[in-house]
């Protein structure tokens, strides 16, 4: 099965006996049937139709979450029996079997790379300045604990969140997964290392009252390391299914069973709790919103338009304008003074949108034009108004190709973004506590802040993007086929709409989860298709998990520190 970017690259090819150049065209994956036969080797994403995905209640209840989607996304011929066989071997077949056919490696590649990653999750720690520089063995022994235990939730965090960066992406078709795999490991794994917080407090996200821990060390201790391993196992049961789920709310259950039975009732703050429970109606609900109205737009302005690949390419500019500008003033603002951070987000701003506008050009100035003249001397008697919520149908032939390449490229720029921001902002998730817990070890620990150093956020780092290897596709196949089905301008309208959404609700303070964000942004896409474009079933397991996972967290919070208190009571 061929691997070759589905994307970006870009071919002429010259028509009949004049040589004139009729067409510049994205090389994807699926030929085109459809097109004008003057237009030789154009191969383009499918529009729209494909067979409906299996539910995960399909087998057994429950199956766990497969790939037989992305096995054989390649080869439309053979889908087929493809799938027939994908059926009857799917209940035998092993985990570096499911791995191996989602990347298109062979079973020893699978095996080879998972060897390596936990030979280096054994061993790297033993060399780490927090190991080496406790004195006792049995003080090492708990340091070499603690980075597993942080290990293991960093891990679950690549598997299970990086497909909100990725998920749309390779569901639309803009990037096959092994491209993708590879995009979120270096952008994750630079984000948590050059963007992660070097700060963190002991009582992670104003969940817990710090007062009433203090001088219970041993307890504290066993406290954190239970809410990583509680996190990490709800996480990993939640991506063998394919679901989706809220790194933050699993930390939050997890401090809350911690705080309520070994701290009482007056150790949690109830308020912050109520705040992070709101975001499971907040989040879906402001990213459905936004997605919905971003991709009826893209519909009404671009599919609608006399051009629209003219439209799509002048829209990109001003998208990436708008996206760029936002993102600097309010995630990276260059200055203190708002007058001069405001100057300069727009400076930035102007610069992508100049950089994507000329990289359109120069990749489809050719078919561009070839359409523009075809346009200008066609009949124009059938325009007539529609309104922003009428049903559009879609361009298609040489124009479908403009739109989606042009939307591609979009997607895939937004997904790198999150993908980036992502690593820098959810890593806190595994070495916030982890930072904590080992700062008790070194006899530093306190409500005030704590220093994180950089050897931790690396370790962080190289958890999320092990997980994203090993287990990432799963959750990447929910969140991109089996909700609705996507497009590059519906993958890019779901995208924009959620990273949009995050930002502000963060920079305003609202309580948000980009998870939730973007499961609500890709159902909007699917709501603005129309109501049965949504599968149900899929959505229903989704949110069933979302309601159970701070109880889950808490519950197995409870197990996992009796459990150690015991254990540390030899250490400490």
């Known amino acids: 099965m061929s691997q070759s970017s589905p994307f970006f690259s870009v071919a002429r090819a010259h028509a009949g006996a004049g040589g004139r150049a009729a067409a510049a065209a994205l090389l994807l994956r699926h030929p085109v049937a459809q097109l004008p036969p003057r237009i030789h080797g154009l191969r383009y994403y499918p529009s729209a139709i494909v067979s409906p995905a299996k539910t995960l209640n399909s087998h057994l209840g429950l199956p766990r979450a497969t790939i037989s989607s992305f096995a054989n996304a390649d080869n439309g011929s053979s889908g087929q029996a493809d799938a027939t066989e994908s059926e009857e071997e799917q209940n035998g077949e092993s985990e570096l079997s499911e791995m191996a056919k989602a990347f298109h490696i062979s079973p020893r590649m699978a095996m080879s790379i998972s060897v390596v990653i936990a030979f280096a999750a054994l061993t790297v720690p033993l060399a780490m300045q927090s190991v080496v520089f406790h004195g006792t063995n049995k003080m090492k022994a708990l340091a070499y604990l603690t980075l597993l235990s942080g290990f293991y939730m960093a891990w679950n965090i690549g598997a299970n969140d990086v497909a909100n960066a990725m998920g749309t992406s390779v569901g639309s078709g803009a990037l096959t997964l092994r491209q993708a795999v590879l995009t979120a490991a270096v952008l994750e794994f630079s984000g948590a290392f050059l963007m992660g917080t070097h700060v963190t407090s002991t009582m992670q996200k104003g969940i817990l009252v710090a007062s009433v821990f203090q001088g219970k060390d041993s307890l504290l201790f066993a406290g954190l390391l239970s809410s990583l391993a509680a996190a990490g196992t709800w996480l990993q049961v939640a991506s063998s299914y394919g ?226 290897t090993m287990w990432g596709y799963r959750v990447i196949a929910t969140i991109g ?92």
């Open 243 to 468: 679901w989706p789920v809220s790194t933050t709310h699993c930390i939050v259950g997890a401090m809350v069973g911690f705080g309520i039975v070994f701290g009482g009732v007056n150790a949690v703050f109830w308020s912050s709790l109520a705040r992070v429970s709101s975001s499971w109606v907040i989040s879906p609900l402001m990213g459905a919103a936004v997605s919905f109205i971003v991709y009826k737009g893209i519909r009404r302005f671009v599919y609608s338009a006399p051009n629209p690949g003219q439209a799509a390419a002048a829209a990109a500019p001003i998208a990436v304008f708008t996206g760029v500008t936002a993102i600097s003033f309010a995630a990276f603002p260059l200055s203190k003074t708002f007058s001069i951070a405001i100057l300069q987000a727009l400076a930035c701003g102007a610069i992508g949108a100049v950089i994507v506008n000329r990289v359109i050009q120069k990749q489809l100035g050719d078919l561009l034009s070839s359409e523009a003249e075809k346009i200008a001397s066609a009949d124009k008697a059938n325009a007539q108004q529609v309104g922003f919520l009428s049903d559009i149908a879609g361009p298609t032939g040489a124009q479908l190709q403009i739109v989606y390449g042009v939307f591609g490229y979009m997607q895939v720029l937004s997904a790198c973004f999150m993908s980036f921001a992502h690593g820098g902002n959810d890593v806190s998730n595994a070495i916030g506590p982890l930072a904590a817990a080992l700062s008790i070890l070194q006899g530093v620990a306190s409500s005030a802040e704590i220093v994180i150093p950089t050897e931790v956020l690396a370790w962080g780092g190289f958890g999320i993007v092990a997980g994203l």
């Open 481 to 572: 086929k089996k909700i609705t089905e996507l497009t590059p301008t519906r993958g890019f309208a779901a995208e924009f709409a959620a990273a949009s959404v995050v930002l502000f609700a963060s920079k305003l303070g609202l309580p948000i989860s980009a998870t939730h964000t973007l499961v609500g942004a890709v159902m909007g896409v699917g709501f603005a298709r129309g109501l049965n474009r949504v599968r149900a079933e899929t959505v229903r397991e989704i949110v069933a998990s979302w309601l159970v996972t701070i109880p889950v967290g808490a519950v197995l919070s409870i197990f996992y520190t009796l459990l150690f208190t015991k254990i540390l009571a030899y250490f400490m």
